[in-house]
């Protein structure tokens, strides 16, 4: 064989087909990825960018594989961000363009998930349909298991996943109805919706849904089957400007080509490998392709197990022993189960679909799944080089801990043997992540016992762990210890001592949860001893003793259901005229177009003649004096046209609002990590980020550095002003209540993790420094002032420009004001158009989030539950800027109260100045912190005082209408209202019951449930903050253009302002169009936070509808059967003027800091959460079993959008509460940059029945249509998720004596729960660390 010259060969065209058309690239790139060629290149712009990592789905395509032996045709989902191009030899492509669009013919999964609200901010949409096409291409009538699995790899910040599944779920053969016909309301009982302009009332029918007709879908092009089958046995190279890929096309090349370049990576799914030259920064000059090699994709049964090619996928391992399971006895496929209760969770779908087995194994990382499994199961890999074979047993590459080299770096692995099990032998896995689905795992684990035939006693013992070590660890010592031992109490009590001892994590461990790992370790055993015990004992009883009943739920998974959900709203007046859309559930107004990748996103916009990108250079230090900044490599890197710094800044590098400012550019010192210190243009943003990482800076440190709350208190460092609220007198009622509740809660940030990422493109006009600014935000009027500031110029040559944007929770605000200074700079200074697209791990590092809160508290209370007196000290983490911090204080303090009278009540509140980026706003704005504080004093004074946590909630609830502590008026009749009808849906008190019975019978697994109240304040404590307007043309043809100062972020604002001007107008929604945001056409606007969007643009809508129809009354009058267009073409003619403004003054607020006294709100939105959750005591697991929530939302404008924003707010409060966990170094470098560490809710998440109602009858004279603003509210009601698991934990802890009282601190982690649930393990674990580090100390004495 001839060797490929991979240093001088003619690289070969690369040859594939995308939507069916063939792509010929002869430039193939081995470093660029499917979704920046499909994206950038062929400009298929449906396709998004989440976070580069394989993490979140939104850049998921089909992709279609023949293989000419089988003539079998494969179609897949997978991650296009980590398929490299030159993967695709041979391959098609379908995105999300291609199985629909507006134009031609929408796609029934695209017009599903549309129609049935499944996207709110549209940007996870393109890839929720296509892992849903993928699914629909193999599976035309999938069973539920089936689509939620499909959707496990996606994420959505908005929807809270239910109307996603509903969409989904309308494919589904077999019943998916909710079999509840209660209160008239069955899931199938939908009637007639949206055709042309007719309305129901109806969230949606599927009986409107095209059918699916899977004869119409693409057919694999004949052309690459061709190819396939000529294909010529011969290597393919590509070649780039830094990287070769070879890709031989037998085994013997390939052994040859890794004999000449060992340290090429041989790629497969590129999942372990892609991230690391990613994120890591890793470069291989060389890159060899196994894929093509049939040796390596063999899957074969066998007398004694099954074999498995290196590259076969992980989806085609699942399948393969799913088909052996299915065929084998029981006692043979031990093994095969085990792997295949790993792979059930390991990854998303997507990742299963690319990543390969052989992958998997070598890569030997700590978070296998699969290497404990194969290591314990005796599996044997099947290995060579060049002139030779050999098989050794995978267990031994662990055997010697990590540093082993018993591989060669020549040495391929062609397959794996998995052999079956044996009579007298068990195997187990185990598993423990932060989140059930699609998350590495935190520590898994692997076991396997033989006993000697007919006996109890162990002949051979095998226990692996991962997530302890650097790679999969071998509790050699304590296997070989245990060998010939019973099975029994005496030998798990010295198993666990042994590997405590013998599998130990330091203190200091990478990952840190050392405690937590620590008892996982020994829960694991427990679980497998037990598991072991009973199946010996089903075997055959005389052998040894039974599991107690009671213990039996420490074996059995979580029990799935059927996912439910139920939405109730109040139907329209039957008397409202039928083309009046107000009241109803109308689809999104973009929504076909989010699900047909049309809808235009910031970086969607096309590229600009000669545009340039950004990458930014951080600080890498907390705090530190900059010393020097050293170019000089950057500047000559390729590509690079410039680097842009503080220096370069005509205008102001500084904005203050408080005595401290915010700052575009770090100039001579840092005060976070992640702070700009410049940014590298270049002419591709690969090139910026090579070059980016070029820069040196010289630091000098500075003293002192704080991170945490307590750091900022011992160091005084805080913003001014501090803010105070007092009623009553505290000291005096203190001095008569029966008793106390004193102590702290802890409640962790949350980041907001937007689906799409802080973007911004500015482009020069090149005339009187005009500039177009196209921009990711929610304040389109900040971002001008705040450009126009830092190029010194006045605003009025600065066009903001917001067509929709990916989310934004509060978070694209001031900080999108900062990256868009940033850009506006460099476009200044380079006089070309600017790209600025933060990559995830960048958009967390630098742009801050939810400020995590620290409360210091006393409550007096009495006997009888009755709170009297509160004294709370609020500390919240504002970061190195003041942003919205002190804002956020006013209003933790001014809602701290939630539901309840607190007749004597002094909160204090301020803002910690630290060494963090900058924390900012975020849906709710500070009352999801201290919403939680006052909601868990509840549970203390209900554990002191005896009573149920219903009751106190009961008892301290605003009954009357009164003034609430600063003096504003609240009727709580809705409120109680609220309460009471969630208390009759959820049937509190009798599902209560069966919680208490379950947790009789189950000493493992406890359930918890906890019903919450809400009082969501509604306003922006300060009027000019609420004002806005609008601007309403109507066209000589009838048709109608609006625009208004809102921001479209998936809350649904310009659908609502499209029914408010239809209904004013009296003319369909289809003859009006809303174009863009922009500060041309409405200026000054406000920005659209704290759910006000709606309330106040549609004041403003509403008025200058009003206005012309005003103008056009004479005319209507004149001729009352004309038609619309009649009457606009006669005013045309009678020069009436068809364009209008609209406008609203805000509402009416204030508050008086100084005397604590005001009206900073202008209404209540009111509501009441039920949840019911399982916790698995031993791992730490729960599962959110069912949720009803009950709203006051008044008469909603369009129970469809508020609905969804009510879901998904609840959703992303259930991972504030319970999963979203920052985590940051000693030095303060934010670890979780990114889907992989930072896990929001998935579709695994949300409740298994969940139930949304809105309360009837409830008007509200404030707002548009008697509505209420809701965007924020639900959030909060999450919290009834961790109540329900701290109901749970208390139920453990009182039955294992634990009686004191506790609090728990948000977010309820996996770990957190694990180790309230406080037994043995946590004791043994903990006597062993006192132990351990007695030692230690010993040793360093
Ligand atoms: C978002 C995400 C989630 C994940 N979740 C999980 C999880 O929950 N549990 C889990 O266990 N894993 C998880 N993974 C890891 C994933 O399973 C592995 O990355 C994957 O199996 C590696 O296979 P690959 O084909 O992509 O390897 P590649 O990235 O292509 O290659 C990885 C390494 O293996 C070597 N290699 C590959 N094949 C061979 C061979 N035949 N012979 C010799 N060396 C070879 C390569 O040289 C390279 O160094 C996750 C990964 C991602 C990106
Ligand atoms: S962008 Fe590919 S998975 Fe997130
Ligand atoms: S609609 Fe899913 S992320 Fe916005």
New binding site residues.
Partial sequence: MSLPAAGGARPDELIFFVNGKKIVEKNADPEQMLLSYIRKRLRLTGTKYGCG???CGACTVMISTYEPLSKKIRHYSANSC?LPICSLHGISVTTVEGIGCTKTRIHPVQERLAKCHGSQCGFCTPGMVMSMYALLRNHPEPSMEQITAALSGNLCRCTGYRPILDGCKTFCKESVCCQSKENGNCCLDQEDKLKGEEISSKLFSADAFQPLDPTQEFIFPPELMTMAENQPERTCIFKGERTTWISPASLKELLELKAKYPKA???????????EMKFKKVHHPIIIS?ARILD?NVVRYTDNGLIVG??CS?AVVKDALTKIVSELPGEKAKIFRALLHQLKT??GQQ?RN???L???I??RKS????NPILAVGNCTLNLASRGETRRIRLSDIFTNGAGNNILTPEE??VSVHIPHSRKEEFVSAFRQAQRRE????IVNAGMRVLFAEGTDIIKDLGIFYGGIGSTTVYAKQTCQTLTGRLWNEQMLDEACRLVLKEVSLPGSAPGGKVQYRRTLIVSFLFKFYLEVLQSLNRMDPHRCLDVPEKYESALQDFKSQMPQSEQIFQEVNPEQLPRDPVGRPIMHHAGIKHATGEALYCDDVRAVDEELFLAVVTSSQAHAKIVSIDLSEALKAPGVFDVVTAQDIPGTNEFYNYSDPEIIFAKDKVICVGQIVCVVVADSDVHAKQAAAKVKIEYEALEPVILTIEEAIKHNSFFEPQRKLERGNVNEAFETVDQILEGEIHIGGQEHFYMETQSVLVVPKGEDKELDVYVSTQHPALIQEMVASCLGVPANRIMCHVKRIGGAFGGKIGKAGLLASVAAVAANKTGHAVRFILDRGDDMLITGGRHPLICKYKVGFTNDGRIMAADAKYYINGGCTPDDSILVVEVALLKMDNAYKIPNLRCCGCACKTNLPSNTAFRGFGFPQSGLVIESWIMGIAAKSGLSPEKVREINMYKETEQICYIQELDPENLVRCWNKCMEKSAYYSRKMAVEEFNKLNYWKKKGIAIIPMKFPFGLTSSFLSQAAALVHIYTDGSVLLTHGGIEMGQGIHTKMIQVASRELKIPMSSIHFCETSTTTVPNACASVASTGTDVNGMAVKDACQTLLKRLEPIISKNPTGTWNDWVKEAFEQSINLSATGYFRGYTADMDWEKGEGHPFTYFVFGAACSEVEIDCLTGDHKNIRTDIVMDIGCSINPALDIGQIEGAFVQGIGLYTMEELKYSPDGVLYTRGP?QYKIPAVCDIPEQFSVSLLSSSQNPYAIYSSKGLGEAGLFLGCSVFFAIWDAVATVRKERGLSGIFTLNSPLTPERIRMACADQFTEMCALFSAYSSANECQRRT
């Fill in positions: 990592g394989g993490g980590l990576p041989l790629v497969v799914g590129n999942t372990s490998l892609g991230p196994p390596l290196a590259a992980l390991l990854g990742i690319i990543a390969s052989g992958g998997n070598m890569s978070t296998s799944d699969l391929v692995l699609n998350s590495l795992p992989d």
